[in-house]
């Protein structure tokens, strides 16, 4: 009996300059994105990040307000360990985003706005694969994500944003959705697999009321086996996997 064949997954595109990651909260960037997203500021493209929410109802013993403007200083610190000094937030509502024309509106604007020609974001799917059930949010998030950025390049929808001075983008070439069961393409993540964990640890009042582990070996238990895992499919290299959807 013959073992089955693991189907491969094929470098991700290169020839981009400006990329724009869009997810529902602080820390969904840091599990398990990271590192491809510092090998890509290493190689001297430009990567910002849009946040629907502050993530200010992620902590059960923390007020959302005080939680809110935590979680945002980590996730700037977290960012700025990869390569990222632009990160923007919504200001949705943690835990209800809703899905519609005006979050599509927001993330269209965003995509106006940054011109990206990568986005970016995170499993719009009912699960992880399995039975493991996603969150509302990052639902919401990710599907409108895909959704704007086909509404950036429409000047007939949200008309608003051009009467704002953001003109019409019609220029994203690929959305890669980080987390998805089925991926199709991945980035080595040797060359930023520890400043991953570096930026994820930024997280660290999150992680403490999260985990009774040690936040460091947490880190870098969880990042290091997901991208082992991953590379079983990408040439035994450490890989981080993204499903891309061409534009």
Not at 6 to 11: G, T
Not at 28 to 43: F, Q, R, V
Not at 102 to 112: E, Q, S
Request: proline share 6%; with cysteine.
């Amino acid at each position: 009996m013959t073992e089955p064949t693991i189907s491969q997954l094929q470098p991700m595109p290169g020839d981009w300059q400006r990329a724009l990651a869009v997810v529902a909260h602080p820390d969904d960037l840091e599990y398990g994105c990271a590192a491809a997203i510092a090998a890509w500021t290493d190689a001297g493209r430009e990567v910002s990040y849009v946040l629907a929410t502050r993530g200010e109802a992620g902590i059960d013993t923390l007020d959302p307000a005080r939680c809110g403007l935590l979680r945002e200083r980590e996730q700037r610190a977290s960012a700025a360990v990869v390569g990222v000094s632009e990160v923007a937030f919504l200001d949705h509502a943690d835990g209800v985003i809703e899905y519609g024309p005006a979050l599509r509106r927001d993330i269209a604007a965003a995509i106006r706005r940054h011109r990206p020609e990568l986005v970016i974001t995170l499993n719009h799917r009912d699960t992880w694969g399995g039975t493991a059930w996603n969150t509302p949010d990052h639902v919401a998030v990710g599907r409108a994500t895909l959704d704007a950025a086909g509404d950036a390049g429409n000047r007939w929808i949200f008309p608003e944003l051009t009467e704002q001075g953001l003109q019409p983008w019609d220029g994203v070439r690929w959305v890669a959705v980080a987390g998805s069961a089925s991926p199709t393409h991945a980035v080595d993540a040797t060359p930023g697999l520890e400043r991953a964990v570096r930026s994820l640890l930024e997280h660290r009042t999150y992680i403490e009321a999260l985990t009774d582990e040690d936040p460091e070996t947490y880190a870098r238990t969880l990042l290091t086996g997901f991208a082992e895992e991953t590379g079983k499919r990408f040439g035994n290299r450490p890989a981080v996997a993204f499903e891309v959807f061409p534009r």
